[in-house]
Nanobody, 122 residues
Framework: QVQLMESGGGLVQAGGSLRLSCAAS????????MGWFRQAPGKEREIVAA????????YYTNSVKGRFTVSRDNAKNTVYLQMNSLKPEDTGVYYC???????????????WGQGTQVTVSS
């Protein structure tokens, strides 16, 4: 079992920045691929970014490339999502997720946090 807790969401103006954190507890954090997902009202949950166990490989959905950065600190059992140049369309509930395999689809992830709201005003 892995327990995940997101933090760092909030209300920000367009063009601003936020850093999300996801703290993990339970099994060995460094054994898991970590993903960040978001879900806007009325829309399906979508991948934002993912990072492999060692941090050597990352994935970003096209809409956030160049603006968001995913990173992890295995010593602190934490994964981060630095979000810059935020746009109103980035608004949604952001979730972190964990799985032992490399994955980018929501259905491939085993463990999920409760989510944190990010609202970007225009």
């Amino acid at each position: 079992q892995v327990q995940l807790m997101e933090s760092g969401g909030g209300l920000v103006q367009a063009g601003g920045s936020l850093r999300l954190s996801c703290a993990a507890s339970g099994q060995t954090f460094s054994a898991y691929t970590m993903g960040w997902f978001r879900q806007a009202p009325g829309k399906e949950r979508e991948i934002v970014a993912a990072i492999i166990r060692t941090g050597s490989t990352t994935y970003y959905t096209n809409s956030v490339k160049g603006r968001f950065t995913v990173s992890r600190d295995n010593a602190k059992n934490t994964v981060y999502l630095q979000m810059n140049s935020l746009k109103p369309e980035d608004t949604g509930v952001y979730y972190c997720a964990a799985d032992r395999l490399w994955a980018i689809l929501p259905t491939e992830y085993t463990y999920w946090g409760q989510g944190t709201q990010v609202t970007v005003s225009s």
